[in-house]
């Protein structure tokens, strides 16, 4: 019996022992397979996966093994910058697989040895390679007899598709968007029609909607938006009674909306915006929907009563049609957004509905001919993020009541008929972003509690019958990019103003007196200036010629005198209207706006004085500048030796970044320190950046641009991600973008390396010195590579690159024809949600801002096509972006109407020396109107946008 007893211990242990390892040995993997991983691991060794081959491939990255591991049923290898193909027939080896994701990478083709090796693995569900850079025409697939979901997306596949995909008879998903397709939708996408999702968009695809299409019926999502689509829409689509998401946006439909529509039960989005419908509205089209986008055609009418009603119906969007009459009063409390917005609407704002409507963020109902007042109980819609009624017919007052949207960070009221005064309850609204109230008929003072609103980036007030003195605590809105006081009557001096105005300082048209403030020094990123239209007095500040960033400031009509300061060449100074300033720059030194009736012996006096005057003012500004910390270009400080040289800054790390030897060897640390200690080797200051000139000891000069480690919108964190980041953008290869060679960190500041650009920046070459010098084909070969650069940028894995501040200021030009993109890692470095304001803080130049920013708060591909565009018409008008305080895409757009005077449009230097190059100038304005369409949706991507510049050759 002891012996039993004494066994049992020994039996646990005996278990304990089988159990711990029986499983090392029935869970690994078949030799096959564990060679097949080895091999391909040797095959990748350059990538990023750091895959182990002394362990289990089960535990490697981006591998998925079977319950217990007995066999490897899923690989990942998304986003690792693979560029060769020649992996993929590995993968085809492990015949147990289910999943193959190569998606976001660099592949430029498909093996003919996958598709056969690959089409024999009978459990295969899944294949990924979106996001690649595949190109010609669509492989046939053959065999992949359990193929549910194949995702060939946003590459660069082309030509028809007939018969490829036949075989596929269990396919559920099918993506194809983002390619280069074209012909006739295709209808053979597996022979048992067991399709569920079909995604065609962003392609080339012309005809009409296949009646063959109607014949698989358990399609739950259509996605045909951004082809060539025409004709109507059948009335057969009712027949897709599983559909729940179709959408035809950005093609070329006509007809009507078709009423079998609004019986698909199970639909919940329908999506036709950009199309060419016309007609009524089908009553009855919202009963099952969730969201419904009809904007951008020809709708007529009126919007029927029961559309807006339905208890499911959260979006609603019929903006730019031709609907009149009245906004439906039965309004659903699960509407989440309602534009309406560019109709011909009449009548009031539904007054007894917007107590209910809980849910409402989204409230657009600008440019009709709504009249009557402004609904208190909109106060009441507590979620309202955006409330734009502006361009209407409302009169009254402003209903205190709206100091209650908590949420609220854009309104929108200017072009109305408004009266009464500013409701001090505005200031209630702390998350306020922008407030436009602008061409109004309010009156009494700027309530000085506005300025408690911390988050405020662009107020507009302009064009009302405002009086008083502006607030002195209005410089507390330390967010402010804008403001615009222009057009009132206010009255006293101008007092301090918020160092972050960027965009504009409108003051002009009122009663201001003074002279110009000294604090006008610290609005050092200003753009715009007007001070017109005032009875300002004194001089005109020295001070405001070292703003570098100012390009207009209008001074017109005071009573400024004294020697007109000199200004760079990118700056447009208006001046007239000012009696008593003298023009330094003229040969006789008379006053700027001298009376005719004056005499020749008066003006020789006058002359003289100025002369002496002159030099005494241009000797005391010389040795005020040597001082000063900066001169950009032209200036060389004027004792340097006497002045003890400056300390380098402090290096705590450097890296190169560049593979190019030729670089490493050039790139001296300590030798570009020592470049960017003196302020003399400034060459550019931007927004974010100062670029400096250092001459290398090989005698190689470079760019070494400083970003300012301490800004609170710099997500650096730590120096580990920062100079990963830079890394991944080190690794880019394009002619036509800045990409950084090395960097090197100090205690407060980021510095990056770049090639040197000795033409400076395409604003300087076409709006300074020299304007002259862009010939057309200059001009076409610029455009050409900064849609390349853009096209690669935008085509990047894992994502698109996006440009936070894109305009002609940061297109460097190695030559007259040879552009480069720069300032492409702020995208990686800034963080917005630091800001001291709102995206909008960081978010682009002002007339490079497209329209949708001010509402959508985010940086889009869409919003980079629109900030292209204006580049375009740069080089197309000769124009800047912003002129007499008109945006040049509104200027374009406005003019561009009637097309036999689109010649009126471009620059005259350059648009008459021949009809071909007239022709091909019409070409690439299409091309840029097109570019900076008010809507995102219809603007084409940059793919396409290079292809038909190309094509105007």
């Known amino acids: 019996m002891k012996k039993c007893e004494e066994s049992i211990p020994l039996l646990h242990f005996s278990l304990f022992f089988i159990f711990l390892f029986c499983p090392l040995v029935f869970s690994e993997l078949p030799s096959n397979q564990r060679t097949t991983m080895i091999g391909l691991s040797n095959l990748l060794n350059k990538t990023d996966l750091s895959w182990n081959i002394s362990k289990d491939p089960c535990s490697w990255k981006g591998v998925t093994c079977s319950s217990g591991n007995y066999s490897i049923t899923e690989i990942s290898l998304s986003g690792f910058s693979l560029s060769s193909s020649d992996f993929l027939s590995s993968l085809c080896r492990i015949d147990s697989l289910m999943s193959i994701d190569v998606s976001n990478n660099a592949l430029t083709l498909i093996p003919e040895d996958f598709i056969k090796g690959c089409g024999e693995i009978g459990g295969l569900e899944r294949l990924n390679i979106s996001r690649n850079r595949l190109v010609g025409p669509l492989p046939t697939f053959q065999g992949f007899v359990g193929l549910k979901f194949l995702d060939l997306s946003f590459n660069s596949l082309n030509g028809n598709i007939s018969l490829q995909l036949d075989g596929l008879i269990a396919l559920k998903s099918l993506n194809l968007s983002g390619n280069k397709f074209n012909g006739l939708i295709p209808t053979n996408l597996g022979k048992a029609m067991v399709l569920e999702q079909l995604e065609l968009s962003v392609n080339g695809f012309e005809g009409g909607i ?426 060389q400080p004027q004792s340097a030796e006497d002045l003890p040289p400056p300390s380098p800054p402090q290096v705590i790390q450097g890296n190169l970044l560049t593979a190019n030897g030729i670089h490493r060897s050039n790139i001296d640390f300590t030798k570009a320190m020592e470049a960017v200690a003196y302020s003399k080797n400034i060459t550019l200051k931007t927004r974010f950046s100062t670029y400096y000139k250092a001459i290398m000891p090989s005698g190689s000069s470079y760019f070494v641009k400083r970003i300012n480690w301490s800004d609170k919108i710099f997500q650096f964190g730590s120096h580990d991600k920062f100079w990963r980041e830079l890394e991944v953008l080190g690794k880019l290869s394009n002619s036509n973008v800045m990409t950084p060679l090395a960097y090197v960190l100090s205690v407060d500041n980021a510095y990056l390396f770049y090639e040197f650009s000795p033409k400076g920046t395409l604003f300087d070459v076409l709006h300074g010195s020299l304007e002259n010098a862009l010939d057309w084909a200059s001009r076409y070969s610029i455009a050409v590579g900064v849609a390349q650069g853009l096209s690669f940028l935008q085509g990047c894995t894992p994502g698109p690159i996006l440009l936070l501040d894109l305009s002609s200021r940061n297109i460097m030009l190695k030559s007259l024809k040879e552009p480069q993109i720069g300032d492409i890692e702020l995208c990686k470095v800034i963080d917005p949600s630091k800001s001291t304001g709102s995206l909008s803080m960081v978010a682009g130049s002002v007339g490079y801002i497209p329209p949708e920013y001010a509402y959508t708060m985010r940086v889009t591909v869409a919003g980079n096509v629109y900030s292209f565009g204006v580049i375009l018409l740069e080089l197309l008008t000769g124009k800047p972006a912003v002129s007499e305080g008109t945006e040049l895409a509104k200027w374009a757009l406005s003019n561009s109407v009637r097309q036999e005077k689109w010649d009126h449009i471009f620059d005259p230097n350059i648009s008459r020396t021949s009809i071909a190059i007239r022709s091909q100038m019409l070409q690439v304005l299409k091309v840029a109107l097109g570019c900076v369409n008010v809507s995102p949706e219809a603007r084409p991507n940059m793919k396409n946008v290079l292809r038909m510049l190309l094509n105007a050759r």
């Open 210 to 635: 296949p009646d063959q299409i109607m014949g698989y019926q358990n399609l739950t999502l259509i996605d045909f938006g951004e082809n060539k689509l025409s004709g109507p829409v059948p009335d057969r689509i009712k027949d897709l009674s599983k559909l729940e998401v179709l959408i035809l946006s950005s093609n070329k439909f006509s007809g009507q909306i078709p009423a079998a529509i609004s019986n698909i039960r199970t639909l919940s989005r329908f999506a036709a915006n950009q199309n060419n419908f016309k007609g009524t509205v089908p009553s009855g089209i919202t009963r099952f929907l969730k969201n419904l986008d009809l904007s951008y055609n020809k709708l007529s009418e009126s919007i029927p009563s029961d559309m807006l009603s339905p208890s499911n119906l959260q979006s609603v969007d019929l903006s730019y049609n031709l609907l009149k009459g009245s906004i439906p009063s039965n309004i659903s409390p699960s509407l989440v957004r309602l534009r309406l917005g560019s109709n011909s609407l009449d009548g009031p704002i539904p007054s007894s509905v917007f107590g209910k409507l809980q849910k409402l963020m989204y409230l657009e109902l600008d440019n009709n001919s709504l009249t009557g007042l402004i609904p208190p109980d909109l106060g009441s819609c507590l979620s309202l993020a955006l409330l734009n009624l502006a361009g209407n017919n409302l009169n009254g007052t402003l209903p205190g009541q709206l100091g209650n949207l908590s949420r609220l960070q854009v309104m929108k009221l200017q072009s109305n008929v408004l009266v009464g005064e500013i409701p001090v309850e505005i200031a209630q609204l702390q998350t306020l972003s922008t407030l436009n109230i602008s061409w109004n008929l309010l009156n009494g003072s700027i309530p000085s509690s506005i300025s408690s609103l911390r988050y405020l980036t662009n107020m507009n007030l302009q064009g009302n019958h405002l009086s008083g003195s502006i607030p002195n605590d209005i410089s507390g809105l330390d967010s402010l990019l804008e403001l615009q006081l222009g057009g009132n009557q206010l009255t006293g001096k101008i007092p301090r103003m918020p160092a972050s105005l960027q965009i504009a300082l409108n003051l002009s048209s009122n009663h201001l007196v003074g002279p110009i403030p000294f604090t006008f020094s610290l609005l050092t990123g200003l753009e715009v200036l007007d001070l017109s239209n005032n009875q300002l007095t004194g001089e005109i500040p020295t001070f405001l010629t070292e703003i570098r960033s100012l390009t207009r400031l209008v001074l017109s009509n005071n009573q400024l005198s004294g020697i007109i300061p000199e200004f760079g060449s990118w700056l447009t100074l208006d001046v007239k209207g000012n009696d008593h300033l003298i023009n330094a720059t003229t040969s006789n030194t008379s006053p700027k706006s001298a009376k005719k009736g004056k005499s020749v012996t008066t003006a020789l006096l006058i002359g003289f004085a100025a002369a002496l005057f002159t030099v005494g003012v241009v000797t005391g500004l010389a040795m005020s500048i040597s001082r000063r910390y900066y001169r950009v270009n032209d200036e």
